[in-house]
């Protein structure tokens, strides 16, 4: 009978007497090697449309030479100091009170085991396992969630007498230059001119899938606000299993003329438009402000040149698809402006006992 039995005798081992004294209830079931956790970054191009991500990591696997044992056949020993269990239990008196404490084995040095330097296997070098390369195929679904975990049973790291180990990769969206995400919708801010604001026009959307872009008509008569949010249905991002697809929310942000843009005359002329308090016989004080020519930009141009189908040759071999805007309740409106201003929170996720570990993407 070891010490730790002796003792369990005496305190209950894993009862109520044992956890007041420092008892534990011992585990149950057969023991399992470590777990591999691995980081999967994606694009969102992939969430929504599914791919297959070849992954290579290393892991340990028992060693084919010696079948686990480390060395020749009858050549491993139990190590006699410990019994084979790698650690020493001690009790220390300390007056009325007993001290109970482990310690690595000094004879085995934690391996329970003794071979000696003749007898180890030249292959794993006594250690029983040996480092070997796997290649996994990682399913990406349609419309997975970031922080979705996938697990590879029994892939991960094999060791003698136990269990292998598993392998989980948790999927990490990375950031999108053009939209953002929020469940199975997507955001999306366009940049117009007033022009087109006001009289209408034709915003180009490069969506997601290849060769796929969204042609967004302004109606003449539908005044675009600054800040405004309208939606398109059923352009966001599929969901998982069913694939249903849910909403674009586009934001606009109307673009003003600089300084200058135009002549005193013709700004009457704006006036009298926007205006219609005022009529361009009250407008002869305005003739006295003097106004400054603004120098060419040359080739440099704003975004909204695609509002007006001046950038349309660009597209060309794409497919277009029209598309009209429909109006925002006020829950879209929160949900929208919610997700300009959010940071999602880091999160390790890592669950206990688990390792990170770096894969290589093929």
């Known amino acids: 009978m070891n010490a730790e039995d002796l003792f369990s005798q005496f305190f209950g081992g894993g009862g109520a007497f044992g956890s007041m004294f420092g008892g534990q209830m011992r585990e149950q079931g057969p023991k399992k090697a470590r777990t591999i956790h691995h980081v999967h970054k994606v694009s969102l191009e992939d ?49 009325p009170m007993i001290q109970r404490f482990q310690t690595v084995c000094p004879d085995c040095q934690g391996e329970g085991e003794i071979i000696r330097e003749k007898d180890r296997c030249r292959r794993c070098k006594g250690k029983k396992t040996i480092v070997e390369r796997k290649v996994l195929h990682v399913h990406v679904d349609k419309g997975v969630k970031n922080g979705q975990k996938i697990d590879f049973r029994g892939e991960g790291d094999q060791m003698p007498g136990v269990l292998p180990g598993d392998v989980q990769f948790e999927i990490e969206q990375k950031p999108h230059p053009r939209f953002q995400r929020k469940d199975d919708d997507l955001f999306y801010e366009a940049k117009i001119d007033l022009y087109t604001a006001l009289g209408g026009g034709t915003v180009y959307i490069e969506h997601l899938a290849d060769k796929r872009v969204l042609k967004v ?141 770096q894969c290589a993407s093929q």
């Open 47 to 95: 969430i929504y449309q599914g791919k297959v991500s070849k992954l290579a990591l290393q892991k340990s696997v028992i060693c084919p030479d010696c079948s686990g044992r480390g060395g020749k056949e009858g050549a491993v020993k139990q190590c006699g100091g410990c019994g084979g269990a790698g650690m020493k239990t001690m009790m220390r008196q300390m007056g």
């Open 217 to 357: 008509i302004i109606l003449p008569g539908e005044v675009i606000r600054p800040g405004e949010i309208k939606m398109i249905r059923g352009e966001g991002m599929p969901s998982m299993r069913h694939h249903n697809p849910g909403n674009l929310y586009i934001q606009f942000e109307v673009q003003f003329p600089e300084r200058g843009f135009n002549t005193a005359d013709e700004i009457k002329k704006l006036e009298a438009i926007l205006d219609p308090s005022k009529s361009p016989e009250d407008l002869n004080g305005s003739q006295d402000v003097t106004m400054k020519d603004v120098p060419a930009q040359g080739d440099k141009k704003a975004d909204s040149d695609k509002v007006k189908g001046t950038k349309k040759n660009l597209y060309e071999g794409f497919h277009l698809e029209e598309k009209y805007l429909d109006d925002v309740d006020k829950s879209g409106q929160r949900r929208a402006q919610g997700v300009a201003g959010q940071e999602d929170d880091e999160e390790d996720g890592v669950p206990p006992g688990a390792e990170r570990m």
